[in-house]
């Protein structure tokens, strides 16, 4: 969507490589989140920033995803060591503004 | 309990008619927002509409329109004079909390529309 800028928009990763996926908001948005959305789901919240710390983490599956914010604008989600359950849409929003998202296929 | 209700995993409506997507919802929260989004098959979320629990009136946006009844904890998006480019899924989500809280999004598991000649 327009202001959120997402990338790559597709990615193909072999099972037990790590991947980068990348948020990059307009200026001037504070708060940001990544959502996950599954084949045939709704989606699911994975984590909040409100500038560059990460109040709620609640939704990372798993010690395997992390993800950091630098200089209130950019952020990145890392999966360590990816599984073919990881396969999914990667979503990032600022506010209530979606990006076009990253579909991630662990082959 | 879900917080977020789609009943409806699939509609179709005829082009030119009008059709109904259900949502329920459940919070405990005074203060909180609902929201519809479009999903065609290129995968990006489009925004609505937009209700918020302390609105008088139903929201409209063009031919949107969110049928609010707070009691029965319901916001089901009427979408009118439907269109061939209407076919898409569509989520309802939730916000809790007020716009200061920045509160993240939970998000049914959608419906998806058809439309027919």
């Known amino acids: 969507g327009a202001g959120v800028s997402q990338s790559p928009s597709n990615k193909v990763t072999e099972k037990g490589k790590d991947v980068e996926l990348r948020c990059d908001p307009i200026?001037?948005?504070?708060?940001l989140y990544w959502y996950r959305q599954s084949l045939g789901q709704g989606l699911e919240f994975l984590i909040y920033?409100?500038?560059?710390?990460?109040?709620?983490k609640s939704g990372l599956p798993s010690d395997r995803f992390s993800a950091e914010r630098t200089g209130g604008s950019v952020s990145t989600l890392t999966i360590q060591r990816t599984q073919q359950e990881d396969s999914a849409v990667y979503l990032c929003?600022?506010?209530?503004?979606f990006g076009s998202g990253t579909r991630l296929t662990v082959v | 309990a879900q917080k977020i209700t789609q009943t409806q995993p699939g509609m179709f409506v005829q082009e030119k008619e009008a059709v109904t997507l259900d949502c329920t919802y459940d919070?405990?929260?005074?203060?909180?927002?609902l929201f519809w989004y479009k999903q065609p098959s290129s995968g990006e979320m489009i925004f609505l509409i937009y209700?918020?629990?302390?609105?008088?009136q139903n929201a409209t946006e063009g031919r949107y329109s969110l049928n609010f009844q707070k009691a029965r904890k319901s916001a089901n998006l009427v979408i009118s004079a439907s269109q061939l480019g209407d076919s898409a899924m569509y989520f309802c989500?939730?916000?809790?909390?007020?716009?200061?809280?920045?509160?993240?999004?939970?998000f049914g598991t959608g419906t998806r529309l058809q439309v027919t000649l």
């Open positions: 929003a600022v506010g209530y503004t």
């Open positions: 200026s001037g948005h504070t708060a």
């Open positions: 920033f409100q500038g560059n710390s990460a109040p709620d």
């Open positions: 919070t405990s929260d005074p203060s909180y927002g």
């Open positions: 209700q918020g629990s302390y609105d008088q």
């Open positions: 989500a939730m916000r809790e909390g007020g716009w200061a809280t920045a509160s993240k999004l939970t």
